[in-house]
């Protein structure tokens, strides 16, 4: 199994950035998708994730209204739409694919929002 994120870099606060993660090795449509990340000192945190199906959604409250979260199930991709971006978004962003009890992660993409 490979979960492979793309799509991180620098950007000004207000900015957008859309982060991808391509999953191989799994039946992707049985999987929620959840983005999660990391910044410097500070534990992993949930930022959002979308069911199996891509009905249903949920966002950490520091989030709400600046990310998107969306699968593709026919490309086996889950994307991270980012606008309104601030300096405490600056973080390494993880895709994981979870089934039950088990999960899978990807290695990770930088993103830094600063001026």
């Known amino acids: 199994v490979q979960l492979v994120e793309s799509g991180g870099g620098s950007v000004q606060p207000g900015g957008s950035l859309r982060l991808s993660c391509a999953a191989s090795g799994l039946t992707f449509s049985n999987y929620v998708m959840s983005w999660y990340r990391q910044a410097p000192g500070k534990e992993r945190e949930l930022v959002a994730f979308?069911?199996?199906?891509?009905?249903?959604?949920n966002y950490a409250d520091s989030v709400k209204g600046r990310f998107t979260i969306s699968r593709d199930n026919t490309k086996n991709t889950v994307d991270l739409q980012m606008n309104s971006l601030k300096p405490e978004d600056t973080a390494v962003y993880y895709c994981k694919g979870s089934r039950g009890s088990g999960s899978y992660w990807g290695q990770g993409t930088q993103v830094t929002v600063s001026l």
């Open positions: 979308i069911s199996s199906t891509g009905r249903s959604t």
